[in-house]
């Protein structure tokens, strides 16, 4: 507002603070020069006190702390989160909708979920045919995740809080089966601290998903995937360059890891009650240092990462007959593994490869007890090899993700027996867009396993038991988020033709529909979406 206005002869005082108030016509009856000098420049040196007011009011509004977006670790693009997907989740598109939030005060919600209503050509409910621990997600079953988060900025610390909770729903659906009941998890439940005492420290404790980069084609995450109860820290040095630590504690529902017997109730009380003889839990420790090496001048980068954890269950007893004892040893094992992204800041295209290496406890997973043990009764000797290589490429109208992965596992028995696998897949994705509503995709894989045991040949003899897949599918859809192969939400129609090989029908037991067929036809009608959720963003 400028003073010629403010400063008219005569001008009535705003009855509000701002500037630009009404003004009053001059009164015909003003008293001499100088009096109505004095009076005009009292009356102008007041608005200008006002003026300047609010303009300080404005700068500290202004200049009040906010915390930049966290920086996306996802390799396709520095700009933008990773890839979501789940345990059962899904991957962050270019639609502002699904890039990461800055810190702010309120309440916030997000979401992931996906919903299928299909079947085979024969009227048959529909299930997951893979022969591979990760395949195909076109024939997943529903699943959603409810996140509600709060987050405030503390002016007296400068700090921000998110806290997190996070509610999933598996199958099967009410509305499916008619029973009035939800399979039901937490998914999140912690809370986590920015900027207190140091400006890059993050620190966080409870219960969280925790997590990098995914494979979303194959609902995988082949370096680092872990559900924890515990805390951590992370801590930016430079720009991109984050060291993160971790631990965390849980206790797999297996007799490894707790076993309850009965006993007489004490002080002479009818009854008996349960007691826990066994009662260890497993603790996992990890470490990740990663850094984004920028590349070009339109956002492009390379992305190196170099992971680790620790696992380890102290020694416990258990009861092999009333009052006979069996004392079992402690337990550890170790990961390590790397990733090198590589991304262009434009469209989400990227390409990251893995290569993740497992032993001892570690080699089975976080939340599985060991199986077939070693003769010390230890996990020492089990193993696992992951090598993991996807992608994304969209120009113009077309787009492909690429998904694929070779796995090698020994438990910690000496012999081979049908635990120990050799597996793998590769599967591409390309997408045509029309316009930005509508879109097809067409997806092929080819899966491969191969178990420890012998199995008899056509012509005689044994041989490896080896089973073999392809799958073709066709998925129209309609999305309101344009083009993207990370942009949701879908609505979509889906034909997947699924082909087995003998060896693979042998996975299966007598009479179940996927040992008789060598063909299978599944045509489902589905929706996925996510927004907003901090499972899928990279912090």
Do not use: C
Not at 129 to 153: P, Q, T
Not at 264 to 273: D, N, Y
């Amino acid at each position: 507002m400028s003073h010629a206005r403010a400063a008219e002869p005569g001008a009535a005082e705003p009855e509000t603070s701002e500037p630009s108030g009404p003004v009053d016509p001059p009164r015909a009856d003003s008293g001499d020069a100088d009096g109505h000098d004095a009076e005009l420049e009292r009356r102008v040196e007041a608005l200008e006190r006002e003026l300047a007011a609010l303009r300080e009011a404005e700068a500290k509004r202004a200049t009040k702390p906010i915390e930049p977006a966290p920086r996306s670790t996802d390799t396709k693009s520095a700009a933008l989160p990773a890839s979501p997907k789940d345990d059962h989740g899904a991957s962050a598109g270019d639609s502002k909708d699904n890039r990461t939030p800055d810190y702010a005060e309120g309440f916030h919600f997000g979401s992931y979920g996906r919903v299928i209503a299909g079947g085979d050509h024969r009227g048959r409910a529909g299930r997951d045919g893979d022969i591979v621990a990760f395949g195909s997600r076109l024939d997943e079953s529903n699943y959603a995740e409810l996140e509600l988060r709060r987050e405030d900025y503390w002016e007296q610390t400068d700090s921000y809080t998110r806290i997190v909770a996070t509610a999933a729903v598996a199958n099967p659906m009410f509305h499916y089966n008619g029973v009035f009941a939800a399979k039901l998890a937490m998914r999140n439940l912690y809370i986590e601290e920015s900027g207190l005492g140091l400006k890059h420290l993050k620190v966080w404790a409870g219960s969280r998903m925790y997590r990098g980069d995914d494979i979303y084609v194959l609902n995988f995450w082949p370096l680092d995937n872990l559900n924890t109860l515990g805390g951590g820290l992370s801590y930016e040095f430079i720009p991109n360059l984050v060291l993160k630590l971790h631990t965390g504690v849980n206790q797999p529902d297996n007799a490894f890891f707790g076993q309850d017997v009965s006993r007489p109730r004490p002080l002479g009380q009818v009854g008996a009650q349960n007691v826990r003889i066994a009662d260890r839990q497993k603790s996992i420790s990890s470490i990740k240092l990663s850094h984004i090496f920028g590349v070009g001048t339109h956002g492009g980068g390379i992305k190196p990462v170099v992971y680790g954890e620790v696992h380890y269950t102290p020694k416990a007893q258990r009861e092999r007959e009333t009052q006979q004892y069996e004392s079992l040893p402690d337990d550890i094992g170790y990961l390590v593994g790397a990733q090198l992204g590589l991304f262009t800041g434009q469209r989400s295209t990227h390409l990251n490869l893995v290569f993740r290496y497992a032993g001892g406890l570690a080699a089975y997973g976080e939340l599985n007890a060991p199986s077939r043990l070693s003769p010390a009764r230890t996990s020492k000797g089990a193993r696992e090899m992951v090598i993991a290589l996807s992608g994304n490429y969209e120009v113009g109208p077309f787009g492909v993700l690429l998904g694929s992965y070779f796995r090698s596992f020994r438990n910690a028995s000496p012999g081979l027996d049908v635990d120990d696998v050799d597996e793998g897949i590769v599967l591409a994705r390309p997408t045509v867009w029309f316009g930005k509503i509508a879109g097809l995709s067409l997806e092929g894989s080819y899966q491969a396993q191969r178990r420890g045991v012998l199995v008899p040949k056509p012509g005689g003899g044994l041989a490896p038991q080896l089973g073999q897949m392809g799958r073709i599918g066709l998925v129209p859809f309609l999305t309101p988020a344009g083009r993207g192969n990370y942009a949701r939400p879908h609505i979509r129609v889906i034909y997947l033709l699924t082909l087995r090989d003998a060896g693979a029908r042998r996975l299966y037991p007598a009479d179940d529909i996927y040992a008789i067929r060598k063909v299978d036809h599944f045509i489902g009608l589905g929706a996925e979406w996510w927004f907003g959720s901090t499972s899928y963003f990279r912090d």
